[in-house]
T-cell receptor, first 114, second 115 residues
């Protein structure tokens, strides 16, 4: 497809488990972003990739969160030892480089930790 | 300090009327971009309009226009001739710098269009 694709769309996991969320950006977009959105809130920045490298990971809340983008395309957000407070919608976006280029968002992955 | 401030948690507008959604921003960069996104109840984030810090004219896209007041650091979204389908959350966002960085989002404004 032409848009940003995120899988799975929904994920229910037990507290303490490990999860992986996948993002397939728009082809040619070198910038990739992960955001977390809780109900009624705006998107909260987690990490930004420029190509394969994390240009800014200052939004990752703690060391349980990690993200990779090994080939500069698909990215995986990894959460270890999940906690109930991790429950949220995780949004991925991609864009071209440049301050005037908008980000295109995927539909998000709704993570529920029970 | 918050990078993006949206002070209106909820707004109501009569169908076919115009509505202004407020956004103020905070940055020391000379080069930055301002964006508005719409998020319907389905959850997708839809890009609406962009304003660059060096743009002298206010951006317009169909029924959307951006009232950009650089000295006041405000970038209000104006929706003209509101439609029922405009009911959604609206987020203001900013990206700083020449090379592009993360997007900072506000807390959003929930707009309800009344028939």
């Amino acid at each position: 497809g032409a848009g940003v694709s995120q899988t799975p769309s929904n994920k229910v996991t037990e507290k303490g488990k490990y999860v992986e969320l996948r993002c397939d950006p728009i082809s040619g977009h070198t910038a990739l972003y992960w955001y977390r959105q809780s109900l009624g809130q705006g998107p909260e920045f987690l990490i930004y990739f420029q190509g394969t490298g994390a240009a800014d990971d200052s939004g990752l809340p703690n060391d349980r969160f990690f993200a990779v983008r090994p080939e500069g395309s698909v990215s995986t957000l990894k959460i270890q030892r999940t906690e109930r407070g991790d429950s949220a919608v995780y949004l991925c976006a991609s864009s071209l480089v440049g301050p005037d280029t908008e980000a295109f968002f995927g539909q998000g992955t709704r993570l529920t930790v029970v | 300090a918050q990078k993006i401030t949206q002070t209106q948690p909820g707004m109501f507008v009569q169908e076919k009327e115009a509505v202004t959604l407020d956004c103020t921003y905070d940055t020391s960069d000379q080069s930055y971009g301002l964006f508005w996104y719409k998020q319907p109840s389905s959850g997708e984030m839809i890009f609406l309009i962009y304003q660059g810090s060096y743009d002298e004219q206010n951006a317009t896209e169909g029924r959307y226009s951006l009232n950009f007041q650089k000295a006041r650091k405000s970038a209000n979204l104006v929706i003209s001739a509101s439609q029922l389908g405009d009911s959604a959350m609206y987020f203001c966002a900013m990206r700083e710098g020449q090379r592009g960085n993360q997007f900072y989002f506000g807390t959003g404004t929930s707009l309800t269009v009344i028939p």
